[in-house]
């Protein structure tokens, strides 16, 4: 059976059930990037970059009193990867989620499937969402809780594919197996949440699994209706995937201030332990944030922790923002970073890493259709140069343009 054919069939189906809910939406967002040093520093020579990518995605769910269903098929592309007279897409359509949802009762239920994990502030969970493509993982998360609390207990188990002998993992940037716990609690101006993580990395030379845990808090507070603090605090120890002892951290600080109904104010800081020297040793000291959104943190540019960064100094992010609604619906944001290293870079070298500006504009024409704007730009230190291993001293920026069409295609009464 065609893909059309069986995805009618199945859209019949879920509307004959007149007890249950049907809403299918989509999304399109094209995005348009200039890319002169974005991630990394500028080489002599190179040119930038100029694309266009695309995000599609169609995503269908069905409610009923017992369970949910939802089906998300995404198609990632670059404008022009494939030829106008293709016979098949570069990547193909895939499946960004397919999970399902049984209700026990009002307090228990359990997720399975390909699904987005998402707690809190994105910081060691999030989908990713900026990336075209986002992250979604293949588990189980039974849930528990009431108006008083949330409880989610997850475990994954991966493996390459069907197999008669072996469980050996191969896939580059998945865990093999990972167990967590995410407890939630709500009061009335402040709200806790405690994360443990337990994480399992294939070791495919000496067959083995290398476990880290990861455990600590993130905590939000409102004082009234101008000033709110967020904060992150995390340990990680164990075992890094090359069998060194892990001990590592995190701790961050956000205050936000609205000073008018346009105007809003914010200043924090986030540290990340690092190795001296970027060497390990017989410990690693360098924190991981494993499976967060990290372009939402330490400048949008991505020089850290997204693909790159990994066991190397660490990190002193101290940043500041400013926020402004131009009219009812725009708004024009400005982020301010200064990086530094936590650990030694080099004998001789100071620690200071750059500064980094970030604008971001945002204007919502309807509640479907939003367009965004950006321009960031890097003035990277010594320090940094050491780090990326480039001395050229060139500038380095990046720009984007992007629209995002989500519209909700059919709601079933």
């Given amino acids: 059976m065609k893909f059309k054919q069986l995805f009618s069939a199945v859209l019949v189906l879920f509307v004959m059930q007149s007890y249950a809910q049907l809403t299918i939406s989509g999304e399109l967002r094209p995005r348009a990037e200039y890319r002169n040093g ?50 098949a897409d570069k990547n193909g359509l895939a499946v960004h989620e397919a999970w399902g949802q049984i209700k026990f009762n009002q307090n228990f239920s359990v997720k399975l499937g390909r699904q987005e994990i998402i707690y809190d502030d994105h910081r060691i969970f999030g989908n990713v969402g900026w990336t075209q493509q986002a992250r979604s993982h293949d588990a189980a998360i039974f849930k528990f809780g009431n108006e008083n609390y949330k409880l989610d207990l997850g475990v994954a188990y991966n493996q390459d594919e069907e197999a008669l002998f072996g469980n050996i993992y191969t896939v580059t940037g ?3 197996a990972m167990q967590y ?18 994480n399992g990395l294939q070791n495919v030379s000496e067959e083995e699994i290398r476990y880290s845990q990861t455990y600590g808090t993130h905590l939000k507070y409102k004082a009234n209706d101008a000033l709110s603090f967020n904060a992150n605090a995390y340990l990680q120890s164990g075992k890094d995937i090359a069998d ?35 060497i390990i040793g017989n410990k690693n000291k360098a924190f991981t944030p494993f499976y967060g959104t990290n372009h939402k943190f330490n400048g949008f540019m991505d020089y850290f922790y997204v693909g790159n960064h990994a066991n190397s100094v660490g990190l002193v992010d101290i940043y500041a923002k400013i926020g402004t609604t131009l009219g009812e619906k725009s708004s024009l944001t400005a ?3 200064n990086f530094s290293a936590k650990a030694e870079i080099a004998d001789g070298v100071d620690k200071q890493l750059g500064t980094e500006l970030d604008l971001v504009y945002t204007h919502n024409y309807n ?34 343009l992007m629209l995002t069409i989500k519209p909700s295609l059919f709601s079933s009464k």
């Fill in 38 to 87: 974005y991630k990394t520093l500028t080489a002599d020579g190179s040119d930038p970059a100029l694309f266009v990518s695309q995000r599609t995605r169609l995503n269908t769910q069905f409610t009923s009193e017992d369970y949910t269903l939802f089906i998300s098929f995404q198609d990632i592309r670059v404008w022009g990867d494939v030829p106008q007279l293709n016979t």
């Fill in 174 to 176: 998945n865990y093999k």
């Fill in 181 to 198: 716990a995410w407890f939630h609690k709500d009061w009335n101006n402040f709200n806790a949440s405690f994360l443990f993580l337990n």
């Fill in 244 to 278: 060194n002892d892990l001990s590592a951290y995190l701790v961050g600080l956000d205050l936000g201030y609205k000073a008018s109904t346009k105007l809003n104010l914010g200043l924090g800081f986030e540290i990340q332990s690092g190795n001296d020297n970027a």
């Fill in 335 to 337: 982020f301010v970073h």
């Fill in 367 to 400: 509640k479907e259709i939003a367009i965004g704007a950006g321009y960031s730009q890097m003035f990277a230190s010594e320090g940094l140069e050491v780090v990326k291993n480039n001395f050229d001293g060139n500038s380095n920026n990046w720009a984007w």
